[in-house]
């Protein structure tokens, strides 16, 4: 009876907070149209927690040092999560790569990151489909350098991506290699 | 603030009360700072000294001596014996802005410099800015809100949230960075939405000191009607809305009686237009990646009114006109296709067409089904920029066009 009012009191906590939780390795369905593999447990934190843009994250050492971005947007959404009478680069399901190179940039300038550049851009096979990979620098609003790997795929209509930002300096290279296994990894819901 | 906001809640009361209890704070003097440090005055500078400094450290300001150097030696001209008081930064935002601090940090918006076709606009915006500073407008507003037992903390909150978030940062939000343009215009809107008086006031004042530095007063009027006619070719409804609506941003009677006073002031007042060449100098090599700023937004509506309005007035054609038709090739309407080849073609005969519209151009024709165009606008640019950060994935499709087209 005591161990059911835990429960319930846990599942009336989880329905009204919503608070980071563990990422566990292995499968991992994101909210988005695709799931990974995690070689590692990471912490969560799912879309409603984040403020300045649609998807989830998952982090190692906290949102400053790594970050793992996984988003679906759909035809005319966005990245940048849009308030009344904001405005932001929005995915059209026509774009070309070169846009949606500029979609990711652009976008990542609207939430924190300055100049930001996409650099090694290499076409990428993506659980079947041609997808895009490129990695980007630039710096976190407080003038630290940070670099990203970013991989991004049209399905239906609907871009997947997934995009990790650390800073350049130690956190980026303590991941990278451990990044690409995920990017490797992506599962597209609709295959 | 300049645009973009004239309403919030706080200032509708605030608006009302101003008649009640005096707020005039006089005018400035050269080199004034607080005399009290614990006045709110004096707090007020500090909180605008260190969003001041975290601007600076942001990366967003544009830190281009041949730029800076330009709009300094302008705010100089305009702002007289005032010029030591006031800083400016010129800051990457494709928003149609302009504010003033009250410690005298002014900020530029790369939107504006964008839209602004001369020096006598942009010295007609730095006009009305220098007016909100040296008329002490920010600290009226926050005295007609202690007026409105509005306290300090929360105008303080206001202002502080409102300049983070115009300098690039959210407090209090740790990680997420700041939102939108526009919700960043609203946040400092919150701040600096001056009553409609203040703003009749820096309309009319900041003609004057223009027109004092040498500057064409019809400048005034026009930089207003022109962002009229961009926000009513605008075809996403909110910002159609947004020219529309009554409230929080100007209405068309709002934009168009302002218009109309900034005319009938221009109209007794001395200038001649400015030769642009030092204006079109310190732009021009920003213009094109102002334009990608903007096109990023996707309203090709009023993005296509702004690059024709800039097309006729001339002045980095090359650049204009391959933006255009970027934007048409995009937008991919009826007759959009063909319209964007002859613009190409149109833009070609300039030499500051950036090596970027042969891609677009490859583009174009790729998705029109024209693989040896294609290939060939794709080479050119791969010639003209061999190092690319794309050059990768030109080169794959460069291949792939080859044997389609063969
Ligand atoms: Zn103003």
Redo the contacts between chains.
């Keep these: 009876m005591k161990r059911l009012g835990v429960l319930i009191g846990a599942s009336l906590l989880a329905s009204c907070a919503v608070v980071p939780t563990t990422a566990p390795a292995g499968q991992f369905e994101t909210e988005s149209q695709f799931s990974v593999n995690l070689p590692s447990d990471w912490s969560r934190w799912p879309s409603q927690i984040?403020?300045?843009t649609n998807g989830e994250y998952l982090t190692k050492d906290?949102?400053?040092l790594n970050?793992l971005h996984f988003i679906t947007v759909a035809d005319g959404g966005t990245i940048?999560?849009?308030?009344?009478?904001?405005?932001?680069?929005?995915f059209?399901a026509?774009a070309?790569?070169?846009?949606l190179?500029?979609?990711v940039t652009?976008s990542l300038?609207?939430?924190?990151?300055?100049?930001v550049?996409?650099?090694?851009?290499?076409?990428a096979v993506i659980d079947g489909e041609d997808g895009?990979r490129f990695s980007v620098t630039?710096?976190?609003?407080?003038?630290l350098n940070v670099r990203g790997d970013v991989a991004v795929v049209t399905l239906d209509d609907e871009l997947n991506v997934i995009l990790f930002m650390a800073p350049a300096m130690h956190y980026y290279g303590e991941l990278q290699s451990e990044v690409d296994t995920i990017i490797s990894s992506m599962d597209l819901a609709a295959n | 603030m300049f645009a973009r906001s004239e309403l919030l809640m706080l200032t509708a009361s605030l608006a009302v009360l101003a008649g009640c209890a005096t707020t005039d704070q006089g005018t400035r003097t050269v080199g004034e700072r607080p005399q009290e440090l614990n006045s709110t005055e004096a707090s007020l500078w500090y909180r605008m000294d260190e969003a001041e400094e975290?601007l600076r450290?942001?990366?967003?300001v544009i830190d281009d001596p041949a730029l800076t150097g330009y709009v300094d030696a302008l705010v100089c001209r305009i702002a007289g014996e005032f010029c030591p008081d006031v800083r400016v930064y010129v800051v990457?935002n494709?928003?149609f802005n302009a504010m003033m601090a009250p410690n005298g940090m002014m900020v530029i918006n790369s939107g504006l410099l964008l839209r602004a076709e001369s020096e006598d606009e942009l010295g007609f915006v730095i006009g009305h800015e220098l007016v909100h500073y040296l008329e002490n407008h920010a600290l009226e507003q926050h005295a007609a809100a202690r007026n409105a037992n509005i306290t300090a903390a929360v105008v303080g909150s206001v202002l502080s949230i409102g300049v983070a978030a115009a300098t690039?940062?959210?407090p209090g939000?740790?990680?997420?960075?700041?939102?939108?343009?526009?919700?960043t215009a609203?946040a400092y809107g919150g701040a600096y939405a001056y009553s409609r008086e203040r703003e009749s006031e820096a309309d009319r004042m900041g003609l004057q000191l223009a027109s004092a530095a040498g500057l064409d007063p019809k400048a005034g009027p026009k930089i207003w009607n022109d962002l009229l006619n961009e926000l009513e070719a605008s075809d996403?409804n909110?910002?159609a809305a947004?020219a529309n609506r009554g409230g929080?941003?100007r209405t068309h009677p709002v934009i168009q009686a302002r218009i109309e006073a900034l005319e009938e002031e221009a109209a007794s007042m001395q200038g001649e237009p400015a030769d642009s060449i030092a204006f079109r100098a310190a732009v021009a090599p920003f213009i094109n990646d102002w334009l990608?700023?903007e096109i990023?937004?996707?309203?090709y509506g009023s993005t296509l009114q702004l690059i024709e309005r800039r097309i006729a007035a001339g002045g980095h054609e090359g650049v204009f006109l391959a933006a255009k038709a970027r934007v048409l090739g995009?937008r991919?309407d009826e007759g959009d296709f063909d319209h964007a080849l002859e613009t190409y073609e149109a833009a070609a005969a300039y030499a500051d067409m950036p090596a970027q519209a042969y891609?677009?151009l490859g583009?174009l024709n790729r998705?029109a089904g024209r693989p040896a165009e294609a290939a060939e606008a794709f080479t050119t640019y791969l010639q003209r920029v061999p190092d690319a950060?794309?050059a990768?994935?030109v080169e794959?499709y460069i291949q792939t066009l080859m044997g389609e087209s063969e």
Aim: aromatic fraction near 6%; charged fraction near 35%.
């Design positions: 984040n403020p300045a906290g949102m400053l970050r940048v999560r849009t308030f009344r009478d904001s405005e932001a680069p929005v059209q026509d070309s790569e070169f846009e190179i500029e979609l652009r300038e609207q939430v924190g990151y300055n100049s550049e996409a650099d090694d851009i290499r076409p895009l630039g710096n976190w609003e407080n003038g | 975290n450290s942001s990366g967003r990457n494709p928003g690039g940062g959210v939000q740790g990680y997420s960075g700041s939102g939108a343009s526009i919700a609203l996403d909110r910002r947004r929080m941003f990608d700023a990023a937004l996707r309203d995009m991919d891609r677009d583009e998705r950060r794309d990768l994935l794959r």
